[in-house]
């Protein structure tokens, strides 16, 4: 009869023991947080990092990514606290306002908001545990690097857009301002900072100061001073993301995709590798002839070894680098003579070419009767144009639920 009171007091013990398990049990602390209109808010405020997924339950690449999107979290939330880091997911279809105000368009999107500020980029890499868990990781790391001595400065990358602040200290709110900026930027820009005594020649006694260094080998642009308020943290973000983003940017497989997403057509540039000179004309075109352009083209540069394939699609080879085309995102019209970039008003005229259709035109019909074209030039134009290649690079329906598709 007592071994039948053990046992049942051992069972009493267990089931009680669930039962206060059950109830103290958060879903915060396993999985993703299902964040809310009445919850996003105060997640985004007290949290260092949030990295959401936006799902739809009907979308079947959502429903592959969430075990995975889970088990990370699981991982993530056992190493960092809540209150650095939160990995959350938001139903779209449920909490269409928050898609609304993310600018969501395709499912899953998985964004980053670090201190409160959205990241300029998205997650596009790969969709793993370790793959998710190493980029919270990365994202928490120190994106300004501190030098110890102005010297070290020389040796900077000047390939790389470089920010330069000059502090008297850590503790201070034009760097809380700074470190913000950089946070948000720091795939952009390079960021470098000196404290102390070690730049106290460069900058009066409590009176940070702030340096913009561009890509000298790459353009003919200088260095420049903020003049605004470090304390004023929209007025240091523009003027910080107006340097570190340029006119002209580079495309790279690693960006392909954003960039097709932004929905421009480009004016690219194919060069050979390191061929810095044919780099600079560009930028310095596009800077003083088409700057007026930039909310309607994308202008960038390419390596051409590493985008042979668009050049072969042009009936191109690596021989005849460097050279421009424009690709549409249905077709790519090739710049007919790369010397004539520097003559005044010739990239603006083809840009405006694409524009009236007259370069889709002429490729069917060949050059305008009332132009003043020798007729050899144009006999062997082929009679359609080659279809635009990086509209493939932009983001897959293979790997995503598009919500529209105006490519």
Same mark, same amino acid.
């Given at each position: 009869?007592g @071994?039948?009171?053990e046992?049942?007091?051992v069972k009493?013990?267990?089931?009680l023991?669930i039962c206060i398990s ?7 602390d !396993?999985g *993703?947080v299902?964040l809310t209109?009445?919850?996003?808010d105060?997640?985004l405020?007290?949290?260092?990092l949030?990295?959401i997924?936006f799902y ?5 690449f !959502?429903n592959? @990514? *969430?075990p995975?999107?889970?088990?990370a *979290?699981?991982k993530v939330?056992a190493?960092?606290? =809540? ?6 997911k938001?139903d ?8 609304t105000r $993310?600018h969501?368009t395709?499912y ?10 959205p990241?300029?980029r998205?997650?596009?890499?790969q +969709?793993?545990?370790?793959a ?5 990781k990365?994202q928490? &790391?120190?994106?300004i690097?501190e030098f110890?001595?102005?010297? &070290?400065?020389?040796?900077l990358d ?5 920010i330069?602040?000059? $502090? ?10 700074f470190?913000?900026?950089a946070t948000t930027l720091?795939?952009?820009? /390079? ?5 102390g005594?070690?730049? %106290? /020649?460069m900058?009066?006694?409590? /009176?940070?100061i702030?340096v913009?260094r561009p890509?000298?080998?790459? !353009?003919?642009e200088?260095d420049?001073? $903020? ?15 107006? +340097? ?11 960006? *392909? ?14 060069h050979?590798p390191?061929?810095d000179?044919?780099?600079k004309?560009?930028?310095?075109i596009v ?5 007026h352009?930039? =909310?309607?083209i994308? $202008?960038l ?7 042979a394939?668009p @050049? ?5 080879g =690596? ?7 424009i690709?549409s995102?249905?077709?790519?019209y090739?710049f007919p003579?790369?010397?004539?970039m ?5 990239? /603006? %005229?083809?840009?405006?070419d694409?524009?009236s259709?007259k370069?889709?035109?002429?490729f069917?019909?060949g050059?305008?009767?009332?132009e003043?074209?020798?007729?050899? &030039?144009h006999?062997k134009q082929?009679?359609?144009?080659p279809e635009?290649t ?18």
């Amino acid at each position: 009869m007592g @071994l039948l009171q053990e046992l049942t007091s051992v069972k009493f013990t267990v089931f009680l023991h669930i039962c206060i398990s059950f109830s103290c049990y958060s879903p915060t602390d !396993s999985g *993703a947080v299902a964040l809310t209109q009445s919850t996003i808010d105060n997640t985004l405020a007290t949290s260092e990092l949030v990295f959401i997924n936006f799902y739809a339950e009907w979308c079947r690449f !959502s429903n592959i @990514l *969430a075990p995975i999107f889970e088990e990370a *979290a699981t991982k993530v939330a056992a190493e960092f606290p =809540q209150q650095q880091v939160v990995m959350g997911k938001v139903d779209c279809d449920k909490e269409n306002s928050i898609a609304t105000r $993310f600018h969501i368009t395709k499912y899953p999107t998985l964004k980053v908001i670090q201190n409160g500020q959205p990241a300029k980029r998205e997650y596009r890499g790969q +969709r793993s545990v370790d793959a998710f868990y190493n980029f919270v990781k990365k994202q928490l &790391e120190d994106p300004i690097k501190e030098f110890k001595e102005l010297n &070290e400065l020389k040796n900077l990358d000047t390939k790389k857009r470089i920010i330069i602040g000059f $502090f008297d200290t850590k503790d201070c709110p034009e760097y809380n301002t700074f470190r913000r900026v950089a946070t948000t930027l720091k795939d952009d820009c /390079q960021f470098h900072v000196g404290f102390g005594s070690v730049v %106290q /020649q460069m900058h009066p006694p409590n /009176q940070p100061i702030v340096v913009f260094r561009p890509d000298v080998a790459l !353009s003919n642009e200088r260095d420049e001073t $903020f003049n605004g308020s470090l304390t004023n943290y929209d007025e240091t973000n523009i003027w910080i993301s107006e +340097r570190c983003i340029p006119l002209v940017r580079e495309i790279t497989f690693e960006n *392909a995709e954003e960039l097709t997403e932004e929905g421009l057509p480009f004016l690219i540039l194919f060069h050979k590798p390191n061929d810095d000179d044919v780099i600079k004309r560009f930028k310095d075109i596009v800077q003083t002839d088409l700057i007026h352009e930039k =909310q309607n083209i994308n $202008f960038l540069t390419a390596d051409g070894e590493r985008f042979a394939h668009p @050049l072969h699609h042009l009936g191109k080879g =690596q021989d005849e680098l460097p050279l421009i085309a424009i690709d549409s995102f249905r077709h790519m019209y090739l710049f007919p003579d790369i010397a004539d970039m520097d003559k005044p008003g010739k990239l /603006q %005229q083809f840009i405006k070419d694409l524009y009236s259709g007259k370069l889709h035109r002429e490729f069917h019909h060949g050059p305008d009767p009332n132009e003043v074209v020798a007729a050899i &030039e144009h006999v062997k134009q082929p009679t359609t144009p080659p279809e635009s290649t990086f509209k493939k690079l932009g983001p897959s329906k293979n790997r995503y639920t598009l919500l529209r598709d105006e490519l």
